[in-house]
């Protein structure tokens, strides 16, 4: 694309986690979860 040729840059990530909580403060719920092994990509 010539329109994007000044983006030369490629960025690559990976995340693994065992527990995730989150919260919803405006409908005032949360949840969580828990795995045993972390998840690998």
Do not use: C, M, N
Not at 5 to 24: G, M, N, P
Request: net charge negative; no cysteine; glycine share 4%.
């Amino acid at each position: 694309d010539p329109a994007k040729s000044d983006f030369t840059q490629l960025i690559q990530v990976s995340l693994a986690y065992r527990k995730i909580d989150w919260e919803h403060t405006v409908a005032g719920t949360s949840g969580s979860d828990d795995w045993r092994a972390p998840s690998e990509a």
